[in-house]
């Protein structure tokens, strides 16, 4: 089972620490949207977070990473 981060510097802190890890290959489904590796290639220079307060807890409700991810 994995962990749950309600406030908004774990959930930074979280997916930092899973980007830093490029041996990690990781897909993320947003908005019915599937991103798709780059093979060997950064996956973007730069990723802007967007968040809302929910019933007490921060939700990421909008996340843009520059370049975009193909999705052919």
């Known amino acids: 089972m994995g962990s749950r981060d309600r406030r908004r510097s774990e959930i930074l802190d979280f997916l930092r ?3 830093a890890d490029r ?3 990781t897909v993320h489904v947003f908005a019915h949207e599937v991103t798709t590796t780059q093979a060997g290639r950064p996956h973007g220079k730069s990723v802007h977070h967007q968040f809302r ?3 007490g807890k921060q939700r990421i409700t909008r996340r843009t990473s520059r370049p975009l991810h193909p999705t052919d």
């Open 53 to 55: 307060r929910t019933g």
């Open 23 to 25: 041996a990690r290959q």
């Open 17 to 19: 620490a899973r980007e």
